[in-house]
């Protein structure tokens, strides 16, 4: 049984979790100093100063401060991570369901620093990726830091409207630019929803929305966008935010569908085949879920509407390339050597069909 930790804080930390809305991420900076919160329909980041101890057998949790970011990088905010504790990287997913709403785009920025009183903050970011051909981002939505070094960065992206999943080398020497990128996962993913990597970066799990399962791949260096999943976890209605354990021996998954989180366990050192939950622990009371239930029809439709206009915009460009194809026939057929040597012909055919339809008129009128 998984016991609720309950916090401390002054009213303007309070004011601020109170103020976050829907939220959509949650992350632990490196140093487990600094806890940050994606504010969905706010176009918000709220970073709060955390203060973690232990005291005879009880976890004691304290929100001493914070800062809150405002910015126009900041479009729906759906996914979040530290690549250190004063630099953050957001996956903005955009307005997918309006062809004017806001542009789809990861974001880097740094981090002001806290501050007892949570005030917000105007910031721009470091470095912007947009949601294009080149970057492979396709409403990203959720994002996991892999791996920092001194020089670069390895980052994951969870691409909603695209159904993969992206790798991406960041340059840190040049404040986050993209040194590359490529689809990682893109087979049976169907709206992926959620990333983890485990801390060895053995495994990756991804929350794979419509099929309602999280699929694991071992991260081997034969992993491509081909590739099968090793193992899938089921009894899953909406599979949302994941992590795994510090020892990477579990795995915790929130259900965007139900009140509930659902923890898998591995086998001693692999999590290939098929798991069920070792144990589903119910996460808020009736009350506050039926509060809920606007908010996960919302989803629902937003995600089906995405579906849509995924279908509507694959069936645009096929017609679009059958146009297209046409035209290049009918120029190929123009300019060839069979179409000038009977153009003389065509022309007399016109001609013939002009005097034809004269003498018809002709007689049509004097009768």
């Known amino acids: 049984m998984l016991v609720e930790i309950r ?6 930390v309070t004011d601020a979790v109170g103020s976050l809305g829907r939220t959509e991420d949650v992350r632990f900076s490196p140093s487990n100093r600094r806890l940050a919160v994606a504010s969905y329909y706010r176009n918000r980041i709220v970073v709060f100063d955390i203060d973690i101890a232990s005291s005879s057998g009880a976890t004691q949790v304290a929100l001493t401060g914070g800062v809150e970011l405002s910015s126009p990088a900041l479009q729906l905010p759906h996914g979040l991570d530290f690549i250190d504790d004063n ?26 620093p ?5 005030r917000t903050h105007e910031v721009l970011p470091i470095a912007r990726w947009p949601a294009n051909g080149t970057t492979l981002l396709n409403a990203p939505g959720s994002v996991a830091v892999t791996r920092v070094k001194e020089d670069v960065g390895e980052v994951l992206i969870c691409n909603n409207y695209g159904d993969t999943v992206t790798r991406h080398l960041l340059d840190r020497a040049t404040g986050g630019a993209i040194r590359n990128s490529e689809i990682l996962l893109h087979k049976y993913l169907n ?3 959620g990333v983890s990597v485990s801390p060895d970066r053995r495994w990756i799990a991804v929350s794979n929305h419509t099929t309602h399962n999280v699929l694991l791949y071992e991260n081997s260096p034969a992993l491509n966008s081909d590739a099968k999943p090793d193992g899938i976890l089921r009894c ?5 935010g ?30 290939r085949g098929v798991r069920h939950p070792l144990a589903t622990v119910r996460i ?4 506050v879920f039926q509060r809920r239930e606007k908010r996960i029809l919302s989803i629902s439709h937003e995600l089906s509407l995405m579906q849509e206009i995924r279908m509507m915009a694959e069936t645009a460009m096929e017609s679009v390339m059958e146009t297209n194809a046409l035209q290049n026939s009918l120029h190929a057929l123009q300019n060839s050597r069979s179409w000038r040597i009977t153009a003389p012909l065509r022309r007399l055919k016109s001609i013939f069909r002009r005097l034809h339809r004269k003498r018809k008129s002709s007689h049509h009128v004097t009768g």
């Open 284 to 287: 808020m009371d009736e009350a």
């Open 242 to 271: 994941l992590r795994f354990s510090a020892d990477a021996r579990h795995l915790f998954v929130a259900d965007a569908g139900a009140p509930y989180l659902h923890i898998y366990a591995q086998d001693p050192d692999q999590w």
């Open 191 to 193: 709206i992926p929803d």
């Open 114 to 118: 806290g501050e007892e009183i949570v």
């Open 236 to 240: 899953v209605d909406c599979p949302h």
């Open 87 to 112: 630099t953050l990287i957001v996956t903005s997913r955009g307005s997918e369901a309006r062809v004017d709403g806001p542009a789809a785009n990861v974001a880097l920025f740094k981090l002001p």
């Open 7 to 12: 916090y401390t804080a002054q009213q303007s």
